[in-house]
């Protein structure tokens, strides 16, 4: 489990997928998700055509955004820093706190209804008794 609700989860990457992948966008804007096109970021933009591929993910505002951690986001954003689900939560998707506050490290509302309001333990409920069912 990733973000397994201690303070380990602070020095995880928010998003290992970012991590993996890359997109490049037709005007040769880097993103580390392909969610986050023609999403405002707030962060600064590296395009392809201004370095090096291999320069871009060395040293770059695009290699600054896939090296955030749960620790950072908890830090910049109040919502997360006061919410008692953050060590397991891992802050959410960045795509999606993009979406609706046009903010990298912002808050990812999808993720604070899926915890505040009890969704994760019933999706493990049903996957549980699911499985269960498919050892009978």
């Known amino acids: 489990k990733k973000f397994d609700g201690t303070k380990k989860s602070l020095s995880c990457k928010a998003c290992d997928h970012a991590r993996y992948n890359m997109y490049i966008c037709p005007d040769g804007q880097l993103l580390p998700c392909m969610s986050l096109a023609g999403i405002e970021t707030g962060l600064e933009k590296t395009f392809i055509q201004d370095a090096p591929l291999r320069e871009s993910l060395k040293s770059s505002a695009y290699l600054s955004a896939v090296s955030y951690t749960v620790g950072d986001i908890i830090e910049k954003n109040s919502e ?9 939560c891992g802050g959410g998707c960045r795509a999606l706190a993009c979406l609706t506050s046009n903010n990298f490290l912002g808050c990812d509302r999808a993720s604070c209804d899926l915890f505040n309001k009890g969704y994760d333990k019933k999706i493990r409920e049903v996957v549980s008794q699911t499985l269960k069912g498919l050892k009978k």
């Not at 997360?80 to 060590?87: F, G, T």
């Open 80 to 88: 997360c820093k006061n919410c008692k689900h953050n060590l397991v």
